[in-house]
């Protein structure tokens, strides 16, 4: 058995967190139109298709153009702000990953970026996987790297969870055996996107980890 998860919304807290991340800007004059138009204005195009990612390097360079502003003082505090982001990870995550092997563990997240990186490995979570890797690609793309990295044997059991369904689309044309989850939370960003190639929806890891025991006693 191995399983696959992703970061923000499933065992982060993205809207506490963005908000928190917002009245930085705030606190610094920053209008929250200005915050807001620049936020993710940075396609990076990959196979001739675009897609978006955060950057506050970025965000940053646009703001300070469009603003004429000078924002070290604004760096700094985002700076302090990622330092500690283990408050925003979700109450049932560590419970959840304690109930499985870190040999079984991968945390598959996007997007690559050290704003990324930073805020996953200043949660307190990242000593519970074997292996981590931030990607811009779909996740199918990544967990292949993982399995040839860890010599993953394909026919165990892969459980893959997400809250895209981009993703789980990828894994499941990928991966047709694998079982992967929908995860809903109350908080998600996507609740309006519909998906038909998820095996399980839930809403928490709780209703996760019941399913996945289930089968695995099953098999």
Known sequence: MKIFIDFDDVLLNTGNFRNDYKKIFISHGIPDCAYSEFYYDYPVKKRNRKIMKYDPKEHLRRIR?????????????????????GKYIFDDVKG??????????????????????KKIYNSGIAKYFKGIIITDELKAEAIKSLIKKYKINIREKLFFLDDRSEQIDSIKK??????????????????????????????DLNSANKIIKKLCVAS
């Open 65 to 85: 153009k469009d603003l004429q502003i000078s924002t070290k003082t604004l760096e700094r505090d985002i700076s302090r702000f990622v330092k500690d982001t």
């Open 96 to 117: 959840f990953l304690k109930k499985f092997k870190k040999d079984d563990l991968f945390l598959v997240s996007y997007a690559k970026t050290d704003f990324q990186e």
């Open 174 to 203: 990928q991966y047709p055996l694998a079982i992967t989850f929908l995860v809903r939370r109350n908080t998600g960003r996507y609740q309006d996107r519909k998906n038909k190639n998820c095996d399980y929806k839930v809403i």
